[in-house]
């Protein structure tokens, strides 16, 4: 078989270097090890990325599956970890990323009348590497309810909440389990969720969200504490959004630290 033309490699005249060039929206089997030692299994959405030198046409986007797939039919967090110095290699480049989407579900106990259920959570695992070295994120996104400080201060009765989400990303000096990322932060809201209550849980979740309300401020500040005192914790940054139920926008908040305090 005559040899195919190679145009990715041919030459670009533009001198334009490309930040990140690769695939995006792969669904791929996932294995994560729960904080109970059990396997859980999910599905990943996996975006895989390298930079492109300026005399280069085009990347060869077959590689970053190919890549993807010499791990066999399940992926872990040291495939993910050790997978961007593999697209390096096999794509000649400089620089790679790699981020991995996907639910997380925890067994959860209503308060009251133990009645157990599953909730999802959104978890990002996101590594950057260049020759020089290899950076992790990870990403928890919780939901959470919220309690109006100001409703509760003003009102003859009752006060607004509404559900939010909190996104808190962390790097770490050790491993730290995604439970115990989640539950700093379901500590820091008005009351954490469950999927199933019954009127008995109902009620004491409402009243705990009462006796505990919190500004979209007051939640990201909570986290923030709670971040900068954990002791693997070595940057963070935590953005919340509140779902306002008596209003046509959402509130937001973030708070960053890039460094540990002293």
């Not at 994120?137 to 919220?146: D, H, K, R, Y």
């Amino acid at each position: 078989m005559p040899a195919l033309k190679d145009t990715q490699s041919e030459h670009d005249d533009r001198r334009l270097p490309i930040d990140r060039v690769g695939v995006r929206s792969l669904r791929f089997p996932l294995s994560i090890r729960d904080r109970d030692s059990a396997a859980q299994h999910t599905v990943a959405t996996v975006s895989l990325a390298v930079d492109l030198p300026h005399q280069f046409k085009g990347t060869h986007m077959s590689r970053f599956v190919e890549v993807l797939h010499s791990h066999g039919s399940e992926l872990t967090v040291s495939n993910i970890v050790a997978m961007p110095r593999e697209l390096m290699k096999k794509l000649h480049a400089g620089k790679a990323h790699v981020e991995m989407r996907f639910p997380y579900f925890r067994a959860k106990k209503a308060p009251v009348s133990g009645a157990e259920g599953l909730l999802d959570y959104g978890i990002v695992f996101e590594v950057n590497a260049d020759q020089a070295s290899t950076d992790f994120v990870l990403t928890v996104e919780v939901p959470v309810t919220t309690l109006c400080p100001c409703s509760k201060a003003i009102s003859a009765r009752g006060a607004h909440n509404q559900r939010g989400n909190v996104t808190l990303s962390v790097r770490f000096s050790q491993p730290i389990w995604i439970e115990d990322l989640i539950e700093l932060v379901e500590s820091s809201a008005s009351s954490e969720l469950f999927s199933i209550l019954k009127r008995p849980d109902e009620k004491h979740v409402t009243e705990v969200a009462y006796d505990n309300p919190v500004f979209v401020e007051d939640l990201v500040r909570n986290v923030a504490v709670k971040a900068k005192a954990h002791k693997k914790i070595t940057w963070f940054r935590v953005e919340a959004e509140n779902f306002e139920s008596i209003h046509n926008h959402n509130a937001w908040a973030v708070i960053e630290s890039h460094t540990k305090p002293a």
